[in-house]
């Protein structure tokens, strides 16, 4: 158990929708990172956020967006969602830069 | 954002040799490497990593090496264990984003 929480687990729901994926990151951990992986791909990265502020964006499509929030934990939102938008979408902690993330077992979304 | 690549889609060892993955990064500002693992329907694991001022970092059976001219690093795992099947990762950070390969699927054969 790598102390971080994604909720849900699993995720079915129809093109056109919006959802959002919920993070508890470790305790003490300020950083959250977002990645998506699609059909056994690599993990792209989409977003970072320290202490509630985005520090780095990756390849973050403009109907996806996430937010930290005071008590550290992270929602990523995904709209108009597309067919093409099924994937893993793991969350990842750390304590600051330099450091290795620890990642929760991530949300498996269906878009159908 | 093929910032960091690992060319090798798979890798098939015998148990007890040496297995050794490759990753390649083209940003020289990448500063800090790490290696991941990851089994089906999990997360990825932390593995090892390695700062940019270091060429070298071991920990037990694994071993990454860093080539910064080259742009290029490399995880050792000897001897190699049919436990050590599973996908692993590399991937490079300036500090903040951390940009991850496609992964490299070790196949560990008793």
């Known amino acids: 158990d790598s102390g971080v929480t994604q909720t849900p687990k699993h995720l079915i729901t129809a093109t056109g929708q919006r959802v959002t994926l919920r993070c508890s990151p470790r305790s003490g951990d300020l950083s959250v990172y977002w990645y998506q992986q699609s059909l056994d791909q690599g993990l792209q990265f989409l977003i970072q956020?320290?202490?509630?502020?985005?520090?780095a964006k990756g390849n973050i499509l403009e109907r996806f967006s996430a937010q930290q929030f005071p008590d550290l934990h992270s929602e990523l939102n995904l709209s108009s969602l597309e067919l093409g938008d099924s994937a893993l979408y793991f969350c990842a902690s750390s304590p600051s830069r330099y450091t290795e993330a620890f990642f929760g077992q991530g949300t498996r979304l269906t878009v159908v | 954002d093929q910032q960091v690549k690992q060319n090798s889609p798979s890798l098939s060892v015998q148990e007890g040799r040496i297995s050794i993955l490759n990753c390649d990064y083209t940003?020289?500002?990448?500063?800090?490497f790490l290696w991941y693992k990851k089994y089906p329907a999990e997360g990825p694991t932390f593995l090892i990593s390695i700062s940019s001022i270091k060429d070298k970092n071991e920990d037990g059976r694994f071993t990454v090496f860093l080539n910064k001219s080259a742009k290029h690093l490399s995880l050792h795992i000897v001897p190699s264990q049919p436990g050590d099947s599973a996908v692993y990762f590399c991937a490079a950070s300036l500090g903040w984003g951390m940009r991850f390969g496609a992964g490299t699927r070790l196949t560990v054969k008793p």
């Open positions: 940003n020289s500002m990448f500063d800090y």
């Open positions: 956020y320290y202490n509630g502020e985005e520090r």
